[in-house]
């Protein structure tokens, strides 16, 4: 079973940086496609990026410029660098897997608060 661990959010004012990491146990993570998703209250849960497991990236557009995901396979860990945070990105950020068989998992998620 695979369980998906994030941590890293917090209250931050608009314009700065938070980086969130995502812990993943098991042996499929080096093979299976990372993303994160965000959910705003009120709101349906958006894609806010991915990483494949050849490492090609997709970005919303909403983030593009400002936000960086990346992973670290011999770690089994996935991170997401958000800088020039904006009210907007007010959000429980999920950790998302998407196995080579299309099974997907979800962590528990982190809140992210950008506040003055």
């Known amino acids: 079973q695979v369980q998906l661990v994030e941590s890293g959010g917090g209250l931050v004012q608009p314009g700065g940086s938070l980086r969130l990491s995502c812990a993943a146990s098991?042996?499929?993570?080096?093979?299976?496609?990372m993303g994160w998703y965000r959910q705003a209250p009120g709101k349906q849960r958006e894609l806010v990026a991915t990483i494949t497991s050849g490492g090609t990236i997709n970005y919303a557009d909403s983030v593009k410029g400002r936000f960086s995901i990346s992973r670290d396979n011999a770690k089994n860990t996935l991170y997401l660098q958000m800088n020039s945070l904006k009210p907007e990105d007010t959000a429980v950020y999920f950790c998302?897997?998407?196995?080579?068989?299309?099974?997907?998992?979800w962590g528990q998620g982190t809140q992210v608060t950008v506040s003055s």
């Open positions: 098991g042996s499929i993570f080096t093979s299976s496609r």
């Open positions: 998302h897997m998407l196995t080579q068989i299309y099974f997907n998992y």
